[in-house]
């Protein structure tokens, strides 16, 4: 009986002693290598929010970057910035792009990280105006050469109207809130929270005009051409950080709401409007390409752009990072080189 | 715990851990199952899909009723499986945030194809601007083909849950499996332990104890109904043993005393035969002096006071009422304790003749140690004082012959002595007459004789005085032999030392070295030990003169237990095989020419030594010298002679 219970004592220590030893090597890992720098371009609106929301929450550290943050106040400025080299990586929406590719300026879209319904024509309803087509002949405050411009477009040709049956006022999107509440126009086409700033400016004068299902707009994340190929761990580290920023943006969705409504210096209630027409994932669908040569030949048609031939979109296309990631959220079709 | 608790707890054990297997497996069976399903919705759904996107591409290209009315009608069925799906799978998928994700996704974007879809077939009456038509065809393309992708990325999902479904019941049958084998062998080493080993270990005792090991204990440590048993078996074997062996040692005892009193009968028929026929008179009295034992010698030798009766139980007194006061004395004395020996006592018989008695009267004891009575022993010794006398009549006589031949030899040596002294003295006249006269005629009347004569002259003279040496050894020889012996105490050392320096006085030439032990002391006749050192310190001078470094030693050393004298020198020596003629009067072992003598020394140095009582011996070889070891009576020695 003795001999049997040493036995086991011994047997019990022994396998003590084994697990100690396999946990400290387990958990023994390597020194982590130094942060990587990476300097990102981001813009302080809603669909920015995955790339703050990663930062507070330490992602870009865990996995191995030191990021900073530039704040622009939409992807336009965001992308120029990239593209001055004053940044890495920046994030806009696909107008910018296409304005960009008419200069032949080398970039490449990494990955889309969020399309958006949030974009929405909002008017003074003291002018009469009552449905989309009431606009025709009415002053229209817009950021020329963004993605309010095109969806503007989209939503007045779905009516039959042109740019033409409207008068554009430019005005940039920080400032278009307060010329709809002064009345210097009728209406603007914008996205948030320029949408929702010209509604609560206007309290119950305003009307809106969501896109609905009739445009999306893509959200991107733009480097350097050669950029994933010079530094392609920092991009996956960059997409994965992001992921993991969109999955708790799921499932923290009041947190997420909170921290954006406290970044952006808005209501809670202004963001959950909007929050819904958002739909965070990282991809590189086909319809990327063909809202890109939408947007391209409406720039052309209307002398925003060049008349030239149309850019083939797939040469701004770089899925070598996200297809290690997510490969099966690529479903834009790559021709042979 | 009992046997019975245990089974109990065992069974109930294995009920448990069976019930709980096998429901992980039903479980992990179940989630399989139900996956397999959703692969089959999945499946049906991305073939709806597939279909809605053939018909819209027809319906894109024609415009045509049949080709929308299709379009439509897949619309309605992934509408009512979607619907449907969703009811099922969210329950199962909630867990799964990704998938719930894509799931949304489907939804909208079959919303989105159904309000597209709607949008572009009821502008068929109405025509709608063209780009506004062709955005909506552009968007229907681009939401049924995500349609189709996100379909196809759920069906990944699934089939990733199927095979981690998969995965999860094969292991978990292998774990049932495992767990069965386990369960069946725990239940078999229980089994083994708590039964089979207590049961072959009571079977195996039982065997032993049949085969006469009543030792044998099982001494189990187990508890509940087998170590009772085991504890039970051991104390029946106790009894049984302490019975077995109670009885054993009670048989052995009794053999014991038997054998005990068969000895005792033996031993008193033994002493009985001993004490009747012993050759001396012996007779064992009680402290009332009542015949206990008694011997045949004794009966004889009383046969004439007490005839034949039967004596032993009689009283001693009452048969010998006339016994003397004396005897009875001695009696009570040794009835107290006393033993009493009279060795020769002279009892003259009622025929006159004399008796000579050895009586010995000592008291026996019994077991406690108190007097029972008395032995009385009386021993013949008539014919040992016969003997003796006769031994002392011969001894007077053999005296008497003694001191008449002792007388004889005294007047015999008298008559040697004159005769040694007559011979020395009459023969030396003679000689001396003849050396004086030769001596006398060569010397006046030397020169008128021829050379011849003067040789024969001379030979006289040499003869005469060998002749003359003869005679003085003879005559030393003769004395060494007669005359009192004393004991003195003689330095040795000294007298050797003397003898060497005369040598050397006398021959100052010789470069002699001699080493003399100093201290050497014996107990003898000074004059003839003198002679004794002489005639071996001359011998050893004389047969060195041929040795270069000629050295002589005087020493002594223990030898055989013995103290022996020693007289060495490097000289001639002598051949050993006829050391035996060393010590013959006129025997000598080299040629006169070489060394001169007349061979009557050692003879009397043996003499000499034997008449102290001690030995000589020599040792030697040819040029390598010779030893003479003498040893003499140490003083106790001469003591216990000289008494």
Known sequence: MIHSRSFLVSVAASILIILATLTVFWTRKPAPPPPEPLVVAATVNLIGMPFFIAEQQGFFADEGLRVTLQRHPFGKPALEAMLRGEADVAMTAETPIIFASFKETPFSVIAHYMTSTEHSIVARADRGIRQVTDLRGRRIGVSIGTSAHYFLHVMLSDQGLTIADVELVPIPAPDQAAALAAGRVDAIAAFAPHTTQSRVALQGNAISFPAGIRYTGFSCLVASRDFSQRRPEAVLRLLRATDRAITWMRDHRQEAIDFSARELGMKVAEVEETWDALRPALALNQALIFLLEAEARWAMNIGLAPAAAMPNYLDYIDASVLSRLRPEAVSIIQGKP | ?643
């Open chain 2, 1 to 643: 715990m009992n046997l019975r608790s245990r089974t109990h707890l065992v069974a109930m054990m294995t009920l448990l851990i069976v019930a709980v297997l096998c429901s992980v497996f039903l479980f992990v069976r179940l989630q399989k199952t139900q996956v397999e399903r959703e692969i089959v919705r999945v499946d049906t759904l991305m073939a709806d899909a597939i279909q809605f996107r053939g018909t819209l591409s027809d319906y894109l290209l024609h415009r045509e009723t049949r080709p929308r009315l299709q379009a439509e009608a897949k619309l309605s069925d992934l509408h009512h499986l979607l619907g449907d799906q969703m009811q099922l799978t969210v329950a199962h998928l909630l867990h799964d945030a990704q998938s719930m994700v894509l799931w949304d996704e489907v939804s909208r974007l079959l919303a989105e194809c159904e309000t597209l879809f709607a949008d572009l077939s009821s502008r068929e009456a109405t025509p709608a601007p063209r780009e506004q038509e062709q955005r909506t065809a552009d968007l229907l393309l681009l939401s049924s083909e995500s349609l189709i992708l996100t379909i196809g990325q759920i069906h990944r999902l699934v089939v990733s849950d199927l095979l981690e479904a998969h995965s999860y019941e094969e292991m978990t049958l292998w774990t049932l499996l495992a767990g069965l084998g386990g369960l069946g062998i725990s239940l078999f080493l229980l089994l083994r332990k708590g039964v089979l080993v207590p049961l072959q270990q009571l079977h195996e005792a039982a065997i032993l104890v049949a085969a006469g090991q009543w030792d044998f204990r099982l001494h189990s440590r187990r508890r509940g109904e087998f170590g009772q048993l085991a504890n039970a078996f051991d104390h029946m074997l106790d009894q049984i043993q302490e019975t077995t062996v109670s009885r054993a040692r009670l048989e052995a005892e009794i053999r014991e005393h038997q054998q005990a009193e068969a000895d005792l009968r033996a031993s008193e028929e033994s002493l009985r035969l001993l004490f009747e026929y012993t050759p001396v008179a012996l007779a064992m009295f009680d402290r009332e002096m009542r015949y206990i034992a008694v011997s045949r010698r004794w009966i004889d030798d009383n046969r004439p006071f007490i005839g034949d009766q039967e004596i032993i139980g009689r009283s001693h007194y009452d048969l010998l009422p006339e016994l003397p006061d004396h005897w009875k004395a001695v009696h009570r004395r040794a009835l107290e304790g006393d033993t009493i020996q009279i060795d020769e006592d002279q009892l003259t018989r009622i025929d006159g003749t004399v008796q000579w008695l050895r009586r010995v009267v000592l008291p026996w004891y019994k077991d406690n140690g108190v007097i029972g009575g008395i032995v009385i022993f009386v021993d013949d010794i008539t014919a040992r004082q016969q003997a003796e006398a006769e031994v002392h009549r011969l001894n007077t006589e053999l005296e008497e012959r003694v001191g008449q031949r002792t007388a004889e030899l005294v007047a015999a040596n008298q008559e040697l002595d004159s005769f040694a002294y007559a011979v020395s003295h009459d023969l030396r006249a003679p000689l001396r007459a003849m050396s004086g006269f030769s001596q006398a005629l060569l010397e006046d009347y030397g020169e008128r004789l021829d050379g011849e004569a003067k040789i024969y002259l001379d030979q006289i003279i040499i003869a005469s005085r060998h002749m003359s040496e003869l005679v003085d050894g003879l005559l030393t020889l003769s004395r060494s032999t007669r005359g009192e012996l004393r004991r003195d105490l003689v330095d040795l050392t000294a007298l050797a030392e003397r003898l060497l320096m005369d040598q050397a006085t006398v021959e100052p030439e010789r470069p002699v070295s001699w080493q003399v032990e100093p201290g050497l002391c014996v107990r003898g006749d000074p004059v003839m030990l003198e002679v004794v050192m002489r005639n071996l310190i001359e011998n050893a001078w004389k047969y060195t003169a041929k040795t270069p470094n000629a050295t002589i030693r005087v020493y002594s050393e223990n030898k055989e237990g013995q103290r022996c004298y020693c007289v060495a020198d490097n000289g001639a020596g002598f051949d050993m095989n006829h050391a035996n003629r060393l010590f013959k009067a006129f025997q000598r072992l080299h040629r006169q020419d070489e060394f001169p003598g007349i061979g009557i020394g050692l003879a009397t140095v043996q003499r000499i030594i034997h008449r102290h009582g001690g030995a000589i011996r020599a040792e030697g070889a040819p040029g390598h010298g010779a030893t003479f070891r003498f040893t003499l009576p140490t003083a106790e020695t001469t003591s216990k002679e000289t008494k």
